[in-house]
Each structure stands twice: as structure tokens, then as C-alpha cells.
């Protein structure tokens, strides 16, 4: 193999872990997409508080954009005058049962982030709904959203969900997030007319990759802090630019050399010996970020170098960019 006849490139370390931005708080988000989501991660409001009555809260009926963060609300009531809201936000408080909402029919985003709901629920009347967020609750199905077909962006992140399902019917939605939860299965029952852009299933249960073969419009796959232990079923998702499999079992890297727009490729903590194996790289030109780190290959003495010899175009190895 050739050699480098440029002087050591500089490296600068940098943080470039990803991040759902429409979703939790920044910490949240950071540790959430890439899978480094602490399961046991505490919410962010205390469930011993006692919930105010909603007479005391003030509410102005030509608010467009309705903040109630941390105010303690135990029960959605007393929020019809809100007739002219696109977007409300309930998160962080002590809520069990999503009710009430039938009249705000021009909601745009609803975020319910960081309550005690154990249901989804009551929502059918929000058919101009784009945006929910129900992260960070006590959801064991993904049900009840039949009637919200314009939805483009889900986020379910941190609930006891167990299987994904009752989704096929949304063919607007774009982005899915339902890190830390209780999933085995990637997806099922899901028609070739669905529009997934992004998905995140870090932080699950998933053994096996398999039931992507219809999101053939995929981005973005999420699939870090899993059981995987073999790279497949991706035949289909050819316009991947984001593939992260970070901290599962894989010892290969496999069956991705038709991913050839990929530009960030995650495969740090997983059981990665073979150089050749990035081989099956070279044909995404595109290629700038690669996490390979705390896999067997970073014994080598040559790690770095290697990797900017097998994939010339990448730019960042790990969380270090590197400067020419």
C-alpha cells in the first residue's frame, strides 16, 4: 500500500455527536441519537409535586405559541380559548391523560415531553397536527394517531413501547424517534409509500435488522446501543447518508458498498478487526465522519493513518477533524 507523503495532519478535537434538535433538552439530545441515552437518565421534573388547579394559569386567546413548562399541571382542562394556538407545549409537567384538546382543531405541534401519560389518547381531532412530542413518559403502544395523517415529525424517545406498529397510516411522517424503549423489531407493517427521512431506534432491544425494505426515501438510521451483531437488510435504503451502528456486536462491516451517498458512518464500540473491511466503504465518495473508535482496530499504531489511506475523502475520524 502507498504511503502518505504529506507532512502528519493536524487534528483538532471537536464534539460532533448528533442531535435530534427538535426533540428534549440539549443534554437529552446529545446523549439520546448516537445511543449514549443513560436508560435510568432521571426527568427533568419531580413527580412528588402537587398539581396546581388551571384557574390560576392565564391564558390569552390570541396566542399562537402557548409555553406551560414546569407549572405543575396534573389535568389538560380549561384550555378552550385557545382557539388561534398552532403550537403548545405542556412538557414537564404532572400530567397522566391526554383529554381536552377536541377544540384547539389549529394546533400545529403538541409537545407533551416528560409527563406520566400511559396513553395516546384523545388526539383525533387534531387532524392539523404535524409535530408530536410524547418523550419521556409511560407509553407501552404506539396507538391512537389514525386520524393525524398530516403528522411529519414523532417523537416517543424514553417510554416502555415494545413493538412498533399503527403507523402505516401516517404517510406524511418524515422523522420517527423512539430511542430507549423496549423495541426488538426495527419496523412492520409499513406501506412503500412512507416518506421516513429519519429514524431513531437507539438504545433498544433489536437483535436483527430487518423491516427497512420499504423506507426507501431513509436518510438517516439510528440504530446504536443494541444487540446487532450482522449488518443487513439495507438493499433498499440506497439514499443513506447516516448510518449509525454504534456499540452493537458487529464484527464485519458488510453489505453497505451500494450506500454510496453516505457521508457519516458510526461503528465505534463494536468488534471491528479486518482492515479490509473498510473496503466496503470506498464507493461512498461523499464519506467525511467515521467513528470507528474501541473497536480492535484502534490497536493499531497506524489507526489514523489507515483510515485517511483507505477513505481519502473523510475529514473527521471519531471526534477528531483532521486539518491538511
Known sequence: ??????VEPQEMEVDRRGESEESGDDETRKKS???DMDPNLPPATSKEESPVDMDTITLDPEEEDVDLVHCRIGKIEGLGVLQKAKTLSLRQNLIKKIENLDSLSSLRELDLYDNQIRKLENLNKLTQLEQLDVSFNVLRKVEGLEQLTRLKKVFL?????????NLGHLPCLEMLELGSNRIRVCLSSLTPSFQLLCVYFQSNRI???????NLVSLRELYLSHNGIEVIEGLENNKKLTTLDIAANRVKKIENISHLTELQEFWMNDNQIDNWSDLDELKNAKSLETVYLERNPLQKDP?????IMLALPSVRQIDATFIRF
Open 302 to 306: 497506524q489507526y489514523r493513518r489507515k
Open 33 to 35: 441519537i448516537n445511543g
Open 1 to 6: 500500500m502507498a504511503s502518505l507523503s504529506v
Open 157 to 165: 424517545l424514553h417510554n416502555k413501547i415494545g413493538n412498533i406498529a
Open 207 to 213: 437483535t436483527k435488522m430487518e423491516g427497512l425494505q
